[in-house]
């Protein structure tokens, strides 16, 4: 069990009597950061240049990063297990810092060790919306038969799906659809009826806007498109420029090293689990303390005490443990932020081949092979978890159900041998309980069905288990579903602020607990700039809190 089964009691004297000395001592505010993923580091720099505090970072895993994480497991060039791509470029702080820092794909550092590049073509609606046509060019379409879907109808569906995605702006479509599932299964099922088609043409297209909506569940970490609200489907705000913006040699490792590079050492400091957070003592208001401190628990180490604490740990891992992580307990509308938002699970599987297959399957440039499984049931069916399936009861059921997940495997960057398919939701969650042998025989058996051929397993397989994290649970936070009241982003980026008693005997506010992560953007959710932007912006709320030398309103 992650946080501790019994939640502290009073504070002890020991610890008591170390926060009135420290508060009463002239020293500058100490700040713990909770995860040293991109929000924590981004917050743990701007706190640093500053050079008003002491800071501290406290990360559970054995390695800085969080859901960034740069592998090297499949040769000298690399994989990225967890964040892959820059999305967007005007105005977005990490393509700015890319290529400042000469990290991007293409770059004169980088061109050196880069085979290919998947990086995506666009193009552009009136009002400047990106419609991402990364599967239009290089990627194979296959049915189940082997069948492979021209890329003229590829486009065409294609790009009925981009443009359903610009007219949802428009309340006055929504009709009587309250998720993004049944707004898109109406209106392009409209859209394919309008085309003339015979039966077995329609087919076609119909799988082809089944996969757009599977690939939509991949991009959403959701189990379905239904869950999904239609009303806040549009408050992700995509950024100008490539929106699959391709890192070079250093991959996302790069990206963190300019971070880390600025902390002096010993200020990340990892394998350190943040049991609990006691944010408010009671037993200290009868005190002339300028503030009453947080003590955070660490497991297996002692308590430390902080003037204020960034909390960046994932939605995923607040979902499962802030009711004990927190004492006492968030604001109410703090908690049904964390429980509304969606929080799901994208995992990878790399495969790496003796002798790469697909060489002459496409004229082209190839970039993938995309799947069009004649029946995708789990749309309308209840997630799978190891809580209600036993996998070893019911192996045919669901191994087919997990095989069907997949929605097809693409090339990766730097490497001429390996291919890497997506999967995600509960079958992603369950996937992750087979060994990596069971994992790359599914995916070899994938692969013979679609493309007929005598597949030679993979020499090596490398599969992410994001979900099986203890202190990550699941890949990333996805639109508000339609239960939601549309506050949820706001609320998460919200501080939680403490009334404290100064030494005059008068009361004041200040910011206890500030929460970072890409869970706290309503722009942009889901991304690396948007966990940097959190971390930097809390960071500057305490900057700007100790430098007006007055408390800020309270939002």
Known sequence: MHCADTLATAPDLGWRCMMMASTCSKRRPRVVIIGAGMAGLAAATTLTEANMFDIVVYEALERPGGRIHTSWQMGPRLIELGANWIHGEEGNPVYDLAKENGLLMGDESS??????????????????????????????????????VPPSVVKKVYMMYSHLTIASRDASTHGDCLSVGEYFSKGIGKLIAEE????????????????????????NACQSVKDLGLAYYNFYIDIPGDFYCCLGKKGYQGVLDTFLEKLPKDVVKCNMQVDQVVWELDSLTETNLEKQLVVLQVKGHPDTVADHVIVTSSNGYLKEYHQRMFKPALPKDKQQAIETLNFGTVDKVFLKFEEPFWTGLSK?????????WEKDSWHDEPPVTMATDDIGERPGDLHNRIMRRFTGFDTVDGHDDVLCAWISGSEAELMEQLPDEDIAKMCTDILRKFLKRDIQEPTQVVVTRWHSNPYIRGSYTSTIPAHGTGEEFDVMSCPVWRKSLLADGNTTQYPVLLFAGEGCHKDNHSTVHAAMITGQQQAQRLIQFYQSGTTPHQG
């Not at 590049?117 to 239009?136: K, P």
């Not at 082209?364 to 069009?372: D, S």
Request: proline share 0%; aromatic share 8%; net charge negative.
């Open 196 to 219: 003339g088609l015979s039966a077995e043409e329609r087919h076609v297209y119909d799988l082809v806007a089944k996969w757009c909506l599977r690939t939509e569940c991949t991009d």
């Open 364 to 372: 082209g440039e190839f970039e993938g092979i995309q799947l069009l």
């Open 111 to 148: 061109r050196e060790d880069s085979s290919s590049s998947s990086s995506s073509s666009e193009s552009s609606d009136n009002n400047g919306t990106c419609i991402n046509t990364r599967h239009l060019d290089g990627d194979l379409f296959v049915l189940e038969d082997g069948t492979f």
